[in-house]
Every structure is written in structure tokens, then in C-alpha cells.
């Protein structure tokens, strides 16, 4: 609950800093007043224009119909690396630090210029233009982000799929969005383990009919099966192209990527972002958010599986000729104390990562950081959960020295950029609170009937307005967009999450208020889980839902029905287990199983959830209303075999 600590602006921050406080009021304000005249001034002043916009938005929440600088012509990689090349082409654009903590390389904007005009040229050459779907499924390697950019280049739409997904959720994503052609590595090494790449690859294409090409890059050396005529290896390709390739100009509302996440339903949902609006917002919030200036290392420890690598490890900072490092390996390997160890020797100014680490080496002591000098550091970041006040203290005393402003930054797969987030040089901080509205946003909190709450108070979190990054579509299934997001509050964007304002205008960000859990930072749908459990022969029926977890945030806990006659096992409960690790990837599997005889149902047959939570959180003697169940007897069991969590 309300955290009474605030933390001022240190002085030395705000003295330099882009944005102070002073700024921030009368900016913000302004962004509300005058969007039109307030975001034309951000399009020209961080994205450079083919073709200047006839109209800067036009937006009606009623459709779901989003436009931003309509009639606007760009190409986002020539203004993520061409446009660096006259002025900072030997500066350093990537640092890329390996798993094995004795290989890191240096990229710069005229070398990583090179190697995407490269890749466009092997892409063209394969078929791949303007509009074609490509799969990138890649560990954190340099030719990630190169993937990306040479996409982007000639107007293809990236799709990339995290490396910790599963065969399975690959080919679901390769088919939703029809994509042409996959790029790959053999294996990845994450803490010297290897990743099978490319024989998840092989599992998934083998139901892919569409993809024509795979291009493989070579990362680990390890044995690979190899399919004649479909399969090319990367190097070779791109030794072989051309380093000369034009850019393709891009209407601002032409799509960029499609990006898959977790809804409350069971099918993941392609979030499609396009061009102009999500580069402006992309550039202005990583210089603004974390106060960026011309030379400092920056590190976004985000995988470019999610938004967080897409919007701050490559295109925010990119467009802004920062320098961003890219880390293939794991906080923990070969020690807990290699966020550190990294920060010392690329002497990182900026650095960004989410709860779930910082919680998990809170837990293993003050040692491994303080065998650290850190001296570079400036600014802290966090991002894609709540960050509890004990896990903030910790980063802000321990790991900054109490030196460095720590920005939570709340945003979605769907806002595409920071949305509420403290400013360093502007915001006093509170610990555990995400603070105030980015320029531009107007955000809101509604009551349950959907009405504004003015002031303090609680209730769902919603914006009353359109932003330049906000997502345009799903894939292929606009009434699912419109259905999701714009019907449940008529006139508002509805994020799924709760939020508390208090007094000073602080949004606290509460979690969740859908079928949607937060495990580690990754968001993973319940029903989603629970189509993979019902796919094993013996399951009659699974519920799936979160409990509060000391690391990951929320871990997941799952009831399960057997169908009639068959009895729980150990193994049964490792087979599913293995299942959902399998069909959805590692990160979603199960932390508890309860074998149960039957789950708790209104008359009507709803499953209610709210009860199975608060078993699975260990709140007993606050199950709330218990009375339109259909059998009461039912919840006496379930409590009873509860299983101990957390
Ligand atoms: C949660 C990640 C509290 C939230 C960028 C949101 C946060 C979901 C924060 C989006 C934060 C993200 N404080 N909660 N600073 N950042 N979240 O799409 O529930 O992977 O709806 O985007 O993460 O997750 P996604």
C-alpha cells in the first residue's frame, strides 16, 4: 500500500537533464491543448521525412481507426542508420556483449548500415518485397536487430518470435501471419546451455507450407538437420550481396511489424504497429525516459522477442545514433554478478530491465553487486510488471548508490512506447509508482461502470486518446481489435490493467484485471495454458490462474480434472508439466498442479476464477460470496488439498 518515501530530483540530474520539471508541466500541458501543433514539432524534430504528412491524426475509438501522419512518406531503417552515417558513421551503433563473458564486438553505424543493406539485398533476391511477412526467430545476436532493420528497409513486415517459444506457438505465429521466409540460428547459448533453434524450426515448418526460405545463421556450430533447396545458410548469403541497396519509402501508416502476445483468450494476437507515429514516439520517449545524450552506453536488457527489444534496444535508440548494447546471456552466468560486471566493462551509463531480475538477485545478496565499481551508471529503468517498493529500494541504494533516478516505465505490447513513466530530471520518485502521463497521453481511471474517477481513487486503467505509437490492428482480425480493446469502455482504449491514483496524481499500477498473467515479465494468456492441458488424453478439464510469486511476480497454478477412473500420478503431473513447456515454451510452465474432482461453477457453469485465485494465493478466509455456487462442498475440497505455493 502507499509507500510514503519520495525521492527528489537529484540536482546533478536536473541540471542537464532534457526535460525538468518546469518543462514537463508546460509540455505536457501543451501536448493536450495543441496535439497537432505539439507532435508535428516531435515528427520533425526525431524522424527525417521522405515526404512531409498532409494531416498529423486522425482517430475514432468507436472503429478502432488510428491514423498519424497521414499522407507522410519515411523508411525507419534509413532513419535508424542512414541518416547517422555523415555525421557519427564510425561511432559506435551495437555493443554486443555474448554469453561467454570473454567475447563482446563493437559494431558501427556504417558497418551495421552494411551488413542491413546486405541482408535487404538476400531478402529481395529470395522474393521477399514490400508487405511480405518475414519470421525472425533468433537468439540475441547482432543479426537480430540486423533482421529487423533490413526488413524495415525494404518495406517487408518483421514477425519475431522469442527464442524460449516452442515448435508449436512458432508455427502458430509463422501461419496467423502468413509469413514467406524464417530466419534463424542453429542453436542459441543462453548460461552455456544450448538452445535447438532450428529444430524447433524444422518441427514448425513441417506444417509452414508458405515459408520458402530459411536463412540460418551459425551461432553455436552444433548439428543440424538441413532441407535442400529451402535452407540457406546466412553467412554465405549475405558474403555474397550486394552492400548496395535503396531504401523503400514508406507511407507513414504502412505496417512495420506484427508482434504476438498473450490476450484472455486461448489464440495469441498479432499486434501490428506502422511506420510514422510508432518511430516519432519510439525516438522521443527513449531520449526523454531515460534522458539519453549524444556518447553514453545505453542497455536495454529486454529480448528483441518482445516489445521492450524492438522499441528500446533497437529502433528508439537507433533513431536517436545512440549507442546500444545487446546481451545474448543470462544475469546469473557465470555469475550473479554479470549485469555488473557488464555495466563495468562496456562502462554503461543507462540501464534498463525488469522486476523479475531485479528480484531474483536481491535474493542472492549485495555481494555480487558490490564487488562492482558501477561508477557509470546514471539512470536505472523498469519495465512489464509491478516493481515492489523492497525490490525498487534495493535497486536505488544497492545497485545505484542512490545516485541514479529509477524510471518504471508502464507501456504494452499495444502502446508500443513508454505511457506513464517518471521523466529523471522532472519527476520526484515514489517507489513502486510508474508517476505521471508521457506528453501526449491521457490517461484515466474508470470505475466499474466505466465512469471517470476524478482525483485519487481506484479502478481500471484506460486512455481517453489516441497516441502516435499506439498498435493500428491485430493481424488480420480488426473486430477482435475493436472487440478487445475499445468495446469494454465505448470512447476509451482499455489497457486491461487496474490502477490507484493518488493525491499528487501518481498512478500506481495494480496489475492485471483480466485472464491475463504476468510470469517474470512475460505475459501469457490463462486460456492458453489451459488448451495445451486439455490436450493430454487423460485431462477432462484445466483451470489456470496466477499467485503471487517472490520472483517471477506471479507464478502460475493449475487445477486439473482427470476424466473418470484415472488416478493423479507423479508422472502424470511431470507429463503435463512437459506438455505445456512444450506447446507454449518454457516460460509457461506450471509452478503448482492440484489434481481436484471438480472446480467450483455458478449454477449457469461459469468457472469462478476469483475463488481459485484466492486458493491458490493461500486467502482462505476471504473467499468473498460463495453462494450462487452450484456445490459448496467443492471449495471445502480444493482447500483442503491445497497445495503450498510460492
Ligand atoms: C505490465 C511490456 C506495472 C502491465 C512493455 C501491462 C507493468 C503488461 C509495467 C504489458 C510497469 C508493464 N508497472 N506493470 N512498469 N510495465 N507492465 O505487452 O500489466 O509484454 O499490461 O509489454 O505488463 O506487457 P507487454
Known amino acids: 500500500m502507499p509507500h510514503e518515501k519520495v525521492y527528489p530530483v537529484p540536482p546533478q540530474i536536473a541540471a542537464r537533464a532534457h526535460i525538468d520539471a518546469e518543462r514537463y508541466r508546460t509540455l505536457y500541458a501543451r501536448s493536450l491543448q495543441d496535439p497537432d501543433g505539439f507532435w508535428s514539432e516531435q515528427a520533425e524534430r526525431f524522424i527525417t521525412w521522405d515526404r512531409r504528412w498532409e494531416q498529423v491524426c486522425d482517430w475514432d475509438f468507436q472503429r478502432a481507426h488510428i491514423r498519424w501522419f497521414e499522407g507522410g512518406r519515411l523508411n525507419a531503417c534509413v532513419n535508424c542508420l542512414d541518416r547517422h552515417l555523415d555525421t557519427r558513421g564510425d561511432q559506435t551503433a551495437l555493443i554486443w556483449e555474448s554469453d561467454d563473458p570473454a567475447v563482446s564486438r563493437r559494431f558501427t553505424y556504417r558497418e551495421l548500415h552494411a551488413q542491413v543493406c546486405r541482408l535487404a539485398n538476400v531478402l529481395k533476391n529470395h522474393g521477399i518485397g514490400k508487405g511480405d511477412r518475414v519470421c525472425i526467430y533468433l537468439p540475441m545476436i547482432p543479426e537480430a ?75 553455436s556450430g552444433g548439428e543440424i538437420g538441413w532441407t535442400e533447396g529451402r535452407d540457406v545458410w546466412y553467412h554465405e548469403a549475405v558474403a555474397a550481396a550486394s552492400e548496395d541497396c535503396p531504401p523503400e519509402s514508406m507511407e507513414a501508416e504502412d505496417p512495420l511489424f506484427i508482434l504476438y502476445t498473450s490476450g484472455s483468450t486461448g489464440k495469441p494476437k498479432g499486434v501490428l504497429h506502422t511506420t510514422g507515429g510508432y518511430m516519432v514516439y519510439a525516438a522521443m520517449t527513449h531520449k526523454y525516459v531515460f534522458d539519453y545524450h549524444d556518447g553514453e552506453i545505453y542497455w536495454c536488457t529486454a529480448d528483441v522477442g518482445w516489445v521492450t527489444g524492438h522499441t528500446y534496444l533497437v529502433y528508439g535508440p537507433l533513431a536517436n545514433g545512440a549507442v546500444t548494447l545487446m546481451f545474448e546471456g543470462v544475469p546469473t552466468w557465470p555469475e550473479p554478478d554479470r549485469f555488473w560486471q557488464v555495466v563495468d566493462k562496456h562502462q554503461v551509463n543507462i540501464f534498463y530491465t525488469a522486476p523479475t531480475a531485479i528480484r531474483a538477485l536481491m535474493r542472492l545478496g549485495e555481494d555480487y553487486v558490490k564487488r562492482t565499481s558501477r561508477r557509470s551508471l546514471r539512470i536505472l529503468g523498469t519495465v512489464g510488471e509491478p516493481i515492489n517498493p523492497e525490490a525498487w529500494e534495493w535497486y536505488y541504494h544497492v545497485v545505484g548508490e542512490e545516485r541514479c533516478p529509477i524510471v518504471d516505465t508502464w507501456w504494452q505490447t499495444e502502446t508500443g512506447g513508454h505511457m506513464i513513466t517518471p521523466l529523471p530530471g522532472a519527476t520526484p520518485l515514489k517507489p513502486g509508482s510508474a508517476a505521471w502521463p508521457f506528453f501526449g497521453v491521457e490517461a484515466v481511471i474508470l470505475d466499474d461502470k466505466g465512469k471517470e474517477i476524478e482525483g485519487p481513487g481506484e479502478g481500471v486503467l484506460a486512455i481517453k486518446r489516441a497516441w502516435p505509437a499506439q498498435a493500428r490492428t491485430l493481424y488480420g482480425n480488426h473486430q477482435r481489435f475493436l472487440e478487445t480493446y475499445f468495446k469494454p469502455y465505448p470512447g476509451y482504449y482499455f489497457t486491461g490493467d487496474g490502477a490507484r491514483r493518488d493525491e499528487d496524481g501518481y498512478f500506481w499500477i495494480t496489475g492485471r484485471v483480466d485472464d491475463v498473467l504476468n510470469v517474470s515479465g512475460h505475459r501469457l494468456g490463462t486460456a492458453e495454458i489451459e488448451s495445451a492441458l486439455v490436450e493430454h488424453p487423460a485431462v477432462a478439464e484445466a483451470a489456470v490462474v496466477g499467485f503471487p510469486h517472490d520472483i517471477k511476480g506471479q507464478g502460475i497454478y493449475v487445477y486439473v480434472i482427470l476424466k473418470e477412473g484415472l488416478q493423479p500420478s507423479e508422472e502424470l503431473q511431470r507429463e503435463l508439466i ?61 482447500i483442503h488439498n491445497r497445495i503450498q505455493a510460492g
Not at 171 to 180: E, G, K
Not at 591 to 608: E, N, W
Not at 625 to 635: E, F, G, M, Q, W
Open 145 to 219: 536487430a540486423v533482421a529487423m532493420l533490413a526488413c524495415a528497409r525494404i518495406g517487408a513486415i518483421h514477425s519475431v518470435v522469442f527464442g524460449g517459444f516452442s515448435a508449436e506457438a512458432l508455427r502458430d505465429r509463422i501461419l496467423d501471419a502468413d509469413c514467406r521466409l524464417l530466419i534463424t540460428a542453429d542453436e542459441g547459448l543462453r548460461g552455456a546451455k544450448h538452445v535447438p533453434l532450428k529444430a524447433n524450426a524444422d518441427q514448425a515448418l513441417s506444417e509452414c507450407p508458405g515459408i520458402r526460405t530459411v536463412l540460418v545463421v551459425r551461432r
Open 578 to 638: 512437459e506438455l505445456v513447456s512444450r506447446d507454449i515454451g518454457p516460460i509457461a510452465k506450471p509452478d503448482v498442479i492440484q489434481f481436484a474432482r471438480d472446480l467450483p461453477k455458478t449454477r449457469s457453469g461459469k468457472i469462478m476464477r476469483r475463488i481459485l485465485r484466492k486458493i491458490a494465493a493461500g486467502q482462505i478466509d476471504d473467499l468473498g460470496d460463495t453462494s450462487t455456487l452450484a456445490d459448496p462442498s467443492v471449495v471445502e475440497e480444493l
